[in-house]
């Protein structure tokens, strides 16, 4: 899939995401320990009120066991001593036989139970819990002798107010644990993780700006430390990579374009060849067409180079081209564009005139140049320029018309006696 840019998306932290889970978890494992520690204190207060009931319940019995043998009625007056002292909700004792030897029947911190109460003649003291409260089945034993029950039912409502008050203090001081380990965890992690934090900072630049010069700077030998290391190696190793191909590239691109030059230029010359002008008078047709604008095709063709050729050799007519080309380009305007055709043809591509006067004065230009006197090896060349002219859109309006008619101007020319040029004509 095709590259895209950085910071598509908006960018979260990792110190953050992290301190919300750590929070996360510590919160949970607190309500937990909390919970915990509330039911084993509550069952540990309860279990310690349940020993202290069974205490005065045991107590009671040893109190109130002759007085229930001879039927004492100063039975009463324990039970009531004993209620005064505890939340009670129930007391009740039985004979052996199961009938009610006493109750009490006012309750100094509640009123008295409404449950019905079951005789249950027990030798082993029993207790069960009923919400929120105890019950216990004492065994009134005289010298060995089984002589009665007490039923005994005291209340936690008591217990329970000072548990929870004792849970509220628990719970403040659990949340400034909570907050103070909370603000040490976010520091802890911020320290831990910076070194994270800012290599992810490096490789953020790195891929923003596509500098892999950046290093990111190493804090401590650990994983966060060797993932460091093997950043900056990748980042080195890339810079180098990139140093090579950028070369490379330059490189290939300054061949490429010299052998563009060479594709599009003459060798000896170095003027645009065949294959460039082709590409040229295309261009230039084409403007001169959309633009309605005045353009011409000069063909020229050197006088007798056939004969330089065979009487002074191929290097006096290649100095005689070079210097031809030469002389033809210092004449012309800086938009026109000498081509060589090959052998001893040239042409010369004039965009944009004013009107056709201006090739005419061009073309004797060109021509005065020539009838200079040419010296290659001590000798003076004998030749010159026959010249032919098509213009465009006037005489043709595609690139092969005009070439054919600019060459047939320069055979006209010749017929007339060469050094000379001739415009096209339809007769």
């Known amino acids: 899939m095709p590259f895209e840019p950085y910071i598509t998306r ?36 309860r279990e310690r009120q349940a020993a202290a009931a069974e205490l005065a319940g045991i107590q009671l019995a040893n109190n109130i066991g002759a007085m229930l043998v001879f039927n004492d009625a100063a039975a009463e007056h324990e039970i009531n001593l004993l209620t005064s002292q505890r939340d009670m909700s129930q007391l009740v004792v039985w004979n052996q036989q199961g009938e009610e030897f006493v109750r009490a029947r006012h309750m100094p911190n509640a009123a008295a139970h409404t449950a019905k109460d079951v005789y249950q003649p027990t030798t082993t003291l029993q207790r069960s819990y009923d919400l929120l409260q105890i019950q216990l089945y004492i065994p009134v034993v005289v010298h060995d002798k ?63 700006q596509r500098d892999y010069g950046l290093r ?24 180098i990579w990139q140093s090579e191909l950028n070369d490379k590239l330059s490189q290939e691109q300054q061949h490429g374009e010299a052998l563009k030059e060479l594709a599009q230029r003459d060798s000896l010359t170095g003027l645009a060849n065949r294959h460039y002008f082709e590409q040229l008078i295309q261009q230039m047709v084409q403007h001169s067409v959309q633009t309605n604008s005045l353009s011409a095709l000069v063909f020229i063709d050197l006088d007798n180079f056939k004969f330089v050729n065979d009487n002074f050799g191929h290097d006096a007519g290649d100095a005689v081209l070079i210097e031809i080309a030469r002389r033809i380009s210092g004449v012309i305007r800086s938009n026109d564009s000498l081509c060589r055709l090959g052998g001893d043809e040239f042409a010369l591509l004039v965009p944009e005139l004013n009107k056709v006067a201006d090739v005419t004065l061009l073309c004797q230009r060109i021509l005065q140049e020539s009838q200079k006197p040419l010296l290659v090896q001590g000798h003076v060349m004998p030749v010159g320029l026959s010249i032919g002219i098509a213009c465009c859109p006037t005489d043709a309006s595609n690139a092969a018309l005009l070439l054919q008619y600019a060459d047939s101007a320069m055979y006209q020319a010749k017929r007339a006696g060469k050094n000379d040029f001739k415009f096209y004509s339809n007769a």
Do not use: C
Request: a positive charge; zero cysteines.
């Open 216 to 239: 990111a700077k190493l804090y401590a030998d650990d994983e966060i430390g060797r993932l460091t290391l093997r950043f900056n190696e990748l980042l080195k190793r890339t810079q």
């Open 10 to 45: 908006p960018r979260q932290s990792l110190v953050k995401k992290l301190t919300r889970l750590n929070q996360f978890v510590l919160s949970g494992a607190m309500v937990l320990s909390f919970l915990l520690i509330a039911s084993v204190l509550w069952l540990m207060a």
């Open 146 to 208: 089984f002589e009665g029950v007490i039923f005994y039912q005291e209340r936690l409502q008591q217990l329970l107010g000072w548990f929870l008050q004792g849970l509220a203090v628990l719970s403040v001081v659990m949340s400034a644990v909570f907050l103070l380990a909370s603000r040490l965890l976010i520091r802890i992690q911020k320290h831990a993780l910076h070194p994270l934090v800012e290599l992810a900072d490096v490789a953020e630049q790195v891929a923003l």
